[in-house]
């Protein structure tokens, strides 16, 4: 009794801590799903925490054109309102950018020209003139909204029903499947070998491995590119394939991969290669009906890190398979719907959580795995 008294206050630390890190990684998904089902306008007025509560924003409406003018009592008026749909009111307006604010709903002001405008806290305008209009643009109203809380799909339906996003869905299907089975189909042989076969430089070849773990990507992405490109041109090879994006994330994920798998394949027992070996099997006989099956859990926790990181990929996909309209991987269509200055920004959101569909089934169908898969071998080694 005294022994489990003991240990309850670290049990409840334990459980404290393993929640606040939770919240403090489920906050920012929440914020980010909120965020793609606002309004635009209110993303860039407020924050996502926000959303609930009415908020503030100064708004530009542009009046419509002389076209629009009706002639009432002797004088030519331009009517309508500024509130897209109607909901919210307004607090205060202007007419020009540098007092947005100057005037109160219901306020009769000279625009100009003598001209007279008045604004309504519903959002109904009048501008008013005793002669005829003639501009070809209407006039610029600056108001204050108090905008109730909106949500919408605008953003998702800008994404989904962009042109080419159905392929560019494919085009990183096509990259992420095999970039996610080749290495692990070659890492498997290589981590056997390191494992349980004896030749010599075993050991300085694990320590080659492991050092390359810490080669940045974006120094080798370019001489990578370059020795691709040479000897696709001595083979005749055409530059900007699938084939080169593939062997690109091979060789980038193999250290690590070959890493994981070799601690966990050193950590099974030793009696079961030596009874295989009695047995009359060979080295490929163990590893093809042995290893790999006990295996499962290393190649399962790597292919959620290979998986995520080639679906997620843009820097080697722009390198390796360009921008063409054939080949532009998913992420690549989602910057180009930025924009070239990013000016619509806001569909980022939208687009965060599309991309994460595919990565989140795969993680939830192998996060059991997981765990198990990283810390084979870190207590027993071969």
């Not at 910057?335 to 991309?355: D, H, K, P, Y």
């Not at 939830?364 to 207590?379: C, E, I, K, N, P």
């Amino acid at each position: 009794m005294h022994k489990s008294s003991a240990r309850s206050p670290l049990t409840w630390f334990v459980h404290i801590s393993v929640a606040f890190l939770v919240i403090l990684w489920t906050l920012p998904t929440a914020g980010l799903f909120i965020t793609a089902i606002r309004d635009k306008d209110q993303i860039v007025a407020s924050g996502w925490w926000t959303a609930l509560s009415t908020s503030t924003q100064n708004i530009i409406y542009r009046a419509p054109a002389a076209e629009a003018q009706v002639e009432r009592d002797g004088a030519f008026v331009i009517a309508g309102n500024v509130l897209e749909g109607g909901k919210g009111g307004v607090s205060a307006f202007g007419t020009s950018i540098r007092e947005p604010t100057a005037y109160v709903p219901g306020q009769a002001v000279d625009a100009g020209d003598g001209t007279k405008l008045t604004v309504e806290e519903n959002g109904d305008f009048r501008i008013e003139s005793p002669v005829r209009f003639e501009n070809k643009r209407g006039i610029r109203i600056f108001y204050t909204a108090e905008i109730p809380p909106r949500f919408t799909l605008d953003n998702y339906r800008t994404v989904l029903t962009a042109e080419g996003i159905g392929q560019s869905f494919l085009n990183s299907l096509t990259v992420a499947i095999p970039s996610t089975i080749i290495p692990i189909l070659v890492a498997a042989f290589a981590a056997y070998a390191l494992a349980w076969m004896k030749f010599p430089g075993r050991s300085l070849l694990l320590a080659v491995i492991v050092g390359l773990l810490v080669v940045p990507l974006q120094m080798s992405l370019i001489p990578l590119l370059q020795m691709y490109n040479k000897i696709g041109a001595f083979f005749g090879v055409p530059a900007k394939t699938y084939l080169g994006i593939w062997l690109a994330h091979m060789g980038f994920g193999l250290p690590l991969a070959i890493y994981l798998l070799r601690n966990y394949i050193a950590g099974l027992p030793r009696e079961i290669m030596e009874s295989a070996r009695v047995d009359g099997a060979n080295d490929f006989t163990i590893f093809v009906r042995i290893v790999l099956p006990l295996s499962y859990p290393a190649l399962a926790s790597f292919s959620i890190f290979q998986f995520l990181w080639t679906w997620n990929d843009l820097l080697v996909a722009t390198v390796f398979l360009g921008n063409s309209e054939e080949t532009i991987v998913l992420t690549g269509r989602l910057r180009e719907l930025l924009g070239s200055r990013g000016g619509n920004w806001e569909i980022l959101t939208a687009s965060a959580f599309v991309t994460i569909i595919v990565p989140l089934a795969v993680f939830f169908a192998l996060q059991r795995y997981l765990v198990r898969g990283l810390l084979a071998g870190s207590v027993k080694g071969g």
